[in-house]
């Protein structure tokens, strides 16, 4: 009984910080697809949706499912010039500082193998957890290209807990017009079995009534907007909670140091309940505690 629900417990933690993706790819592969100019080209085609949407800021979210991978990514133009974007997020041991302020992420820390920089994360769950209860996945973090005009980065883990693989973040930027930033964030994985099976009991259990961005009805007056549920819930609703994250660490680097972690956590959680129906998990005062116990933690390699 007590394995089971270990497993239980597991399963639902893992579940409901999946990372998502359309096919495992190469590095080499994704260098091909993605540049400047492509960037640029999406910008010029999504203008209509980064300057009316739902989000109240210019930003577009997209998921896509198949029978053994998901997609979730975020295009946005952020009020931070390139030179900043590329600085901050151009270095392993700052996006720590960056994936710690999501509420499942329980611990990180940037060191060195014989491959290059490497991520040590330990996935969790909404509450303050020993890092003995967390399961860990290693990234491998790969910069593709940092020049005047474009930057792209990977971070990439070919082994996740039951049975996820071949994982991929990817990040990529280009300077725009006043100052701002355009940004491309995405996350890729491939599950088999387990994975599916994990998924559909945390669909089945606490995530039953969850719901994420896509309007899958047109809103008018008298009727409010549904929302998509299922696996594509669960991409959105992650995907939209790493940019945030990405967003109040951009928006802090100009402050004290000695207050940064916690005008990060106070700003993301914030921005979260700007989209309380996918967003809202537990109270701010819950979430501080937890994050500054988790903050001190990760000052220390394990």
């Given at each position: 009984m007590l394995?089971?629900?270990?497993i239980f417990?597991v399963?639902?933690c893992i579940s409901s910080?999946?990372?998502s993706c ?5 590095a080499?592969?994704t260098t091909?697809?993605?540049?400047a100019?492509?960037?640029?080209e999406k910008?010029?085609e999504l203008?209509k949706?980064l300057?009316?949407n739902?989000?109240n800021?210019?930003?577009y979210?997209?998921s896509e499912e198949?029978?053994?991978n ?8 952020v009020?931070h010039p390139f030179?900043?974007v ?6 392993p ?16 820390q ?12 330990n ?6 957890q020993s890092?003995?209860d967390?399961?860990?996945?290693e ?5 593709i290209v940092?020049?005047?005009?474009y ?6 883990a070919e082994k996740?807990p039951l049975?996820?693989s071949n994982y991929?973040i990817w990040?990529?930027?280009?300077p725009l017009?006043?100052?701002?930033t355009?940004?491309?964030?995405t996350?890729?994985?491939?599950f088999?079995l387990t994975g599916r099976?994990?998924?559909k ?6 995530g039953?009534?969850?719901v994420g ?10 009727n ?6 299922g696996?594509?819930g669960?991409v ?5 909670r790493?940019y945030?994250?990405?967003?109040a660490y951009l928006?802090?680097?100009n402050?004290a140091?000695?207050s940064?972690p ?8 914030t ?8 967003l809202?998990e537990?109270?701010?005062a819950?979430y ?5 116990k ?5 000052q220390t390699?394990?």
């Amino acid at each position: 009984m007590l394995l089971k629900t270990r497993i239980f417990r597991v399963i639902l933690c893992i579940s409901s910080v999946l990372f998502s993706c359309t096919q495992a790819f190469s590095a080499e592969s994704t260098t091909l697809k993605y540049n400047a100019e492509t960037l640029s080209e999406k910008h010029t085609e999504l203008t209509k949706q980064l300057n009316s949407n739902q989000f109240n800021r210019p930003l577009y979210l997209n998921s896509e499912e198949s029978s053994d991978n998901l997609k979730g990514e975020i295009y946005a133009v952020v009020n931070h010039p390139f030179a900043k974007v590329n600085t901050a997020l151009n270095n392993p041991a700052h996006w720590c500082d960056v994936l710690i302020l999501h509420i499942n992420i329980k611990y990180c820390q940037a060191s060195s193998n014989k491959n290059g920089a490497v991520l040590n994360v330990n996935l969790g769950k909404k509450y303050d957890q020993s890092l003995e209860d967390t399961s860990r996945v290693e990234f491998n973090y790969r910069e593709i290209v940092s020049s005047a005009d474009y930057f792209a980065i990977q971070l990439n883990a070919e082994k996740g807990p039951l049975g996820t693989s071949n994982y991929r973040i990817w990040i990529e930027s280009i300077p725009l017009k006043n100052g701002q930033t355009f940004l491309h964030f995405t996350y890729t994985y491939s599950f088999g079995l387990t994975g599916r099976v994990a998924m559909k009991t945390y669909l089945a259990t606490i995530g039953r009534d969850k719901v994420g961005f896509t309007r899958t009805n047109k809103q008018v007056d008298s009727n409010p907007p549904d929302y998509i549920q299922g696996v594509r819930g669960v991409v959105e609703r992650n995907t939209m909670r790493y940019y945030l994250a990405i967003d109040a660490y951009l928006a802090t680097l100009n402050i004290a140091s000695d207050s940064m972690p916690e005008k990060r956590f106070q700003l993301w959680y914030t921005s979260n309940e700007n989209y309380p129906r996918q967003l809202h998990e537990v109270e701010q005062a819950e979430y501080m505690a937890m994050k500054r116990k988790e903050y001190k933690r990760q000052q220390t390699a394990l």
